[in-house]
C-alpha cells in the first residue's frame, strides 16, 4: 500500500451565496467531504452540490488524519496556517468584538473592520499572534 500524506481540502457549495466552507486535514477528497458532511458551516447543503478542493498553500504541520476547523480556536489557528482567508461570526482577537467578520489586513495581521482603522504601524509589524506561536 502507499503511504498516504495527509492533506488539507476546503469542502463547500460553490453555488452557495455566502461561500461557507470547512477545512478538513485527511489523505483523500472523498474522506474530507464525508468528514464535513452535516458539519454547522455547511449542513444546509445536499451532498451533491459540495466540491472539495485541495489547499496546496496549507499549513498542516502537526494536525492529524480527521483534523477539522469548525469552533473558534481552530477557525483563527486555520487562518494563520493560510486555510481560510476570512470568517464571519468570529471574536475579533484585537479588540474581542464576538460574533464579527475577521479578515486578514496585512500578513498574519486579522481583525474586525474596527480594528483595521486603528492599526498603526506598530500593530502590522507585530502581528497579534506571531506565526510560530500557531506552528510551532
Ligand atoms: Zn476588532
Known amino acids: 500500500m502507499v503511504e498516504q500524506k495527509l492533506r488539507c481540502y476546503f469542502v463547500c457549495n460553490p453555488k452557495a451565496y455566502d461561500g461557507c466552507g ?4 485527511t489523505t483523500t477528497a472523498k474522506k474530507a467531504k ?3 458532511f452535516r458539519t454547522e458551516p455547511i449542513k444546509d447543503e445536499e451532498w451533491i452540490d459540495l466540491r472539495v ?3 496546496k498553500k496549507a499549513n498542516i504541520e502537526g494536525l492529524e488524519d ?3 476547523f469548525i ?3 481552530e477557525v483563527m489557528d486555520a487562518m494563520y496556517r ?4 476570512a470568517t464571519e ?3 475579533c482577537p484585537r479588540c474581542g468584538t464576538e460574533d464579527t467578520f475577521v479578515y486578514e489586513v496585512y500578513e ?5 473592520g474596527n480594528c483595521e482603522e486603528g492599526l498603526t504601524k506598530e500593530d502590522i509589524n507585530n502581528p497579534y499572534v506571531k506565526k510560530e506561536e500557531v506552528t510551532g
Request: charged share 10%.
Open 53 to 55: 478542493n485541495w489547499n
Open 82 to 85: 493560510g486555510i481560510y482567508g
Open 66 to 68: 480527521g483534523h477539522i
Open 108 to 112: 498574519n495581521v486579522f481583525c474586525c
Open 22 to 25: 470547512v477545512a478538513v486535514v
Open 71 to 73: 469552533d473558534d480556536k
Open 34 to 36: 464525508q468528514l464535513a
Open 89 to 91: 461570526y468570529m471574536t
